[in-house]
């Protein structure tokens, strides 16, 4: 995935469940991950799919890793 795409596609709905699932399924780069998650819609979805608990850790474990990266 582009950053560009991603943008248009966490702000289409209909899009959320095919990037839940490459999130979940480890396809996605913490970077974008990161990056999905800021959205509040997408998050919102993510939330709902994986449980807030999940949702929250995830978020942070893709902050970190970018934080990591940038070091």
Known sequence: MHHESLTVKTT?????????D???SG???PE???TLLKH?????YYCTRRGAR????ARRQAAAAVAAANR
């Open 27 to 29: 396809q996605v780069p």
């Open 40 to 44: 509040e819609g997408f998050f919102e």
């Open 32 to 34: 974008e991950c990161a």
């Open 12 to 20: 289409n709905p209909d899009h959320f469940p095919m990037l839940y």
């Open 22 to 24: 490459c999130i979940v």
């Open 54 to 57: 999940a949702a929250m850790e």
